[in-house]
């Protein structure tokens, strides 16, 4: 009788402690209504703003001189005077290439707006089919590398394919949830006609900014230097277009993010509490005093998330090799205190309250580990599931300017073809950065007031609250089996110290 009076008790105390978590996380996001609409927001991470502004017009002054160099005259400005040891003498010029970046620039655009246009109708299967294509299409290049008598690129496809497929193996029973939160994304951005527009513009932004790009790459793959050097220069100049072309897709994710944020609290966007002109305040915000946050966050959250996505599914797959897993567990570790100061889910709380970037996400990694929702996010592979859609498209956009390439000078399709990948990427991250944006801010929401997502979409949220239970049991269950495990280790340990 105890027992059960005992039993009653703790259930009512459960109960009366979840009621006052929700109240809490309800009093929350009214506070998070409050401050998007009120506050009065302040400049963050100046200093990377600055920076990336320095490099922009840098950059530009030095795209502009490599690619002027070798415009309709080879050496124009006399430049090859300066790298006498590293010159070919091979006369080229920036016309014969530029064209070529020209159609990778067409062909990401139209890609991008393929999805964007078939984002209602089509989107689910088009996830699918990049997932289940990818590995294929990687294997297909490694191929054709090796026909064209590059061994390395072609090993390197070769390895690209094996880790693809591996991977995809690896999460194979997270899919069908994967698919389902993307789905929900899909229908929640699919009600915000705007941000598509939001998306066309900032791609035509990314198109003129390739436009001054594309001018300097040609100029240094038709320039007379050797591959070290041109190869050393392209590096230095796709490592530029990724944070530049990363700053237009993350300034989108935080403009989302702030939209959706704003639907989900207000019930709607038909509602009458919400506040005018909700894109435009959210556009201004991310463009001026945000826009250094997302400079700076736009460095290194696509690495390392990359990183961590890798490191998890080759963790779940080594079994019981003691040795390698230490490793890897370290290497594990390591990644996940960094994820807690760069991650994806900073930018809802840049758009959201303004913050600085490292605050925005230590406080959001914060948030989820106290809701438990931590757990949700990490079974989650919609993430890498958008990657493999932009790397399917960068691909193809690679391949069609390779063949092109091929057919002008075959020592140049490496060169012509990764570049092209490069901007075909940047293309296609523009047009899946949306639907990512609503992913994130679901889970944020979901974390802050779960009541947000049922008042939405009641059966999306009993899926989610279900597929969340069942994680914290697996997790709590693989604790007490490493604890137990621990405990039995150190049981035998001390019997065979006593016996000797």
Same mark, same amino acid.
């Given at each position: ?30 506070? $998070? ?16 703003? %600055? ?39 091979? &006369? ?6 530029? &064209?070529?970046?020209?159609? $990778? ?9 393929? =999805? ?9 299967? @088009? ?47 997270? !899919? &069908? ?15 915000? &006609? ?54 237009? *897709? ?21 509602? %009458? ?21 997302? *400079? ?29 897993? *230490? *490793? ?59 990657? @493999?859609?932009?790397?399917?498209? %960068? ?8 063949? =092109? ?11 012509? %073809? ?32 779960? !009541? ?49």
């Amino acid at each position: 009788m105890n027992d059960s009076q005992s039993f009653s008790s703790t259930s009512d105390s459960a109960s009366i402690t979840t009621v006052d978590q929700t109240v809490g996380r309800s009093r929350r996001s009214i506070d $998070a209504s409050q401050t998007i609409t009120t506050e009065s927001r302040h400049w963050r991470d100046v200093f990377w703003l %600055g920076i990336f502004i320095m490099h922009l017009v840098g950059l530009g002054f030095v795209l502009a001189i490599l690619g002027i160099n070798r415009f309709k005259k080879s050496d124009r400005l006399n430049i090859d005077r300066y790298t006498q040891r590293i010159l070919e003498n091979k &006369p080229g010029l920036t016309e014969t290439y530029w &064209p070529m970046y020209a159609v $990778a620039g067409g062909v990401g655009t139209v890609l991008g707006w393929i =999805w964007l246009l078939s984002l209602g109708s089509h989107a689910n299967q @088009m996830m699918k089919f990049s997932v289940h294509i990818l590995t294929t299409y990687l294997a297909v290049i490694s191929v054709l590398c090796f026909w064209c008598d590059q061994v390395f690129w072609g090993v390197a496809f070769a390895i690209a394919a094996a880790i693809q497929f591996l991977y995809v193996i690896s999460v194979i029973d997270r !899919l &069908p949830f994967t698919m389902l939160v993307l789905q929900k994304a899909v229908k929640m951005v699919w009600g915000l &006609p705007e941000v598509m527009r939001v998306a066309y513009a900032f791609m035509g932004v990314m198109l003129l900014w390739m436009g001054i790009w594309s001018f300097g790459a040609a100029g240094v793959v038709a320039s007379s230097m050797g591959d070290g050097g041109r190869w050393w220069l392209l590096v230095v100049l796709s490592v530029s277009l990724f944070w530049t072309g990363a700053v237009l *897709c993350n300034t989108v994710h935080v403009i989302v993010s702030g939209m959706v944020f704003l639907v989900l609290i207000h019930d709607g966007r038909e509602s %009458g509490s919400m506040p005018p002109d909700p894109l435009m305040k959210s556009l201004r915000y991310a463009v001026t005093r945000s826009l250094g946050s997302i *400079c700076y966050g736009s460095l290194f959250t696509a690495a390392i998330r990359t990183l961590r996505w890798g490191i998890r599914g080759g963790r779940s797959k080594i079994g019981n090799n003691e040795c390698l897993l *230490c *490793c890897v567990d370290f290497l594990f570790h390591l990644v996940e205190t960094l994820v807690r100061f760069f991650n994806k889910y900073a930018y809802v709380q840049i758009a959201v309250y303004g913050k600085g970037f490292n605050r925005s996400a230590r406080d959001a990694w914060e948030l989820f580990q106290s809701t438990g929702v931590e757990s949700l996010v990490a079974y989650d592979c919609s993430g890498a599931v958008l990657l @493999m859609g932009t790397l399917l498209g %960068g691909l193809i956009t690679g391949t069609c300017s390779g063949i =092109w390439a091929y057919t002008k000078s075959k020592d140049r399709v490496i060169m012509v %073809g990764s570049t092209s990948m490069l901007m075909g990427m940047a293309l296609m991250g523009l047009a899946m950065v949306v639907v990512e944006s609503a992913v994130t801010s679901i889970y944020i929401c979901y974390a802050e007031d779960p !009541l947000l997502i049922y008042r939405w979409d009641a059966e999306f949220f009993n899926q989610m609250s279900e597929t969340l239970h069942q994680r914290l049991q697996y997790r709590s269950a693989r604790a007490r089996e490493v604890l137990t495990h621990n405990h039995l280790s150190g049981h035998a340990h001390t019997q065979v110290t006593l016996s000797v």
